[in-house]
């Protein structure tokens, strides 16, 4: 059997049974919390209303597409969600932690979030949300945005700016998963949007894009590959930061370890079920290929080491990167 087959066949075996996307479970706005939307709900007679925008289509935890950057009715707030139906009050400068259901640990890639200003959260469509951006996380202290949420469990903080203008808002908070995004249209963002009313006195009100004018499959922060070159020099996408906007607070408050590689994964991450990839990986054709990515330097978890073979093998189908039966 040539070694090809043996990691292809070693991809397959492991490919399914390591991907899970995550959902929002928990919403805590001010320290009250709110119910997060699921798919589950269309079933449901009558449907649960919440504060989180819907998608029935997301049922398959799964993502937006560098493909379908120019669709607004996709990008946004996730494939053809509507509004929720709910509002949840927070005082500007106040505090919204979002917390997701589970996230792979290979899914490295920023942590996003913007608003976008409108008359009536509830009413709103995709094509109404102008988004300025109020936080962005990449890759700082040697560690993904996307890393330190879930070592946070699962939880990501968004300050409400201070000076911003009362009124309702689409909070629209987004992981970028990076981890195939060598390959054209390789990336996969996971956007949520969340109804908020600012309260306050502030009196900015930031300009900001509608969501289809957020990003294109090229930009330096979108079409990247994270398993070589300097990752300090990482570019969040996306348009400039609110001026306004707090440092986040989140996950990027705590532990900066810098490590002497930037793909090392860091001893927190190595859990028990870590694998060395130096046996396998040596029999891969591209291993070795140079720019102080090679296997051998690397420690993984069974999660990030098919991630790393997937991208390595350069594999480029959906259900390669994602076992169909987890996300599509
Ligand atoms: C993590 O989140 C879960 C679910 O919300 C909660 O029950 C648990 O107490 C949290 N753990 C820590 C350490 O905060
Ligand atoms: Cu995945």
Redesign the pocket.
Known sequence: MSSKIQVAALIGALATSVHAHGLL??ISVDATAFTSYNPSFQYQNPAPEVIEWSCPQCQDNGFVEPSMYTDVAKIACHKDATAGAKVAQVKAGGTIDI?WTTWPESHVGPVIDYLAKVDDVTTATAKDLEFFKIDAAGYEGGEWAATKLLKN???WSVTVPENIAAGQYVLRHEIIALHSAGQDNGAQNYPKCINIEVTGSGTETPAGVTADKLYTPTDPGIKVNVYSGDLSSYVIPGPALFSGATKPSSGAASSPTPTSTPVTASSAAVQNNAVSATPVASSTPSASAGSGSSAAEKEFTLDTFVAWLQETAGSSSNERRHARAFSG
């Open positions: 479970s928990a917390q469990n699962l939880t």
